[in-house]
């Protein structure tokens, strides 16, 4: 998986409006530092995902928890990490992922 090539929503949203920020989404951020050997893309999923969750930062929340499935987390751990997460950043901040990702998962 280290060498799957992680498609960015960046270009879509932004493509010629800000091309800068499309090409540091897409060779530094996901062409680089997801690349680096030291975290499996799976941890690096799971990192991201608490990050997001603790800062409320739900508008990315359904990317990375597309990206988190197709990096081998199942439904399951995404609830059970949400639920951890409830206690250390806040119980607003679990139920709104939770609702976000309940969400993904009934399309």
Known sequence: MKNKKITS???ANFGEFAPAFVA???????????????LPLRERSLITLSTLI??????????HLKLARENGISQEEIVEVITHLAFYVGWPRAATALKIAKDMCSE
């Open 9 to 11: 929503t960046a270009r």
């Open 24 to 38: 540091y989404t897409e060779n530094i951020l996901f062409g680089d530092v997801w690349r680096r050997g030291n």
């Open 54 to 63: 603790a800062g409320e930062h739900t508008n990315q929340l359904p990317y």
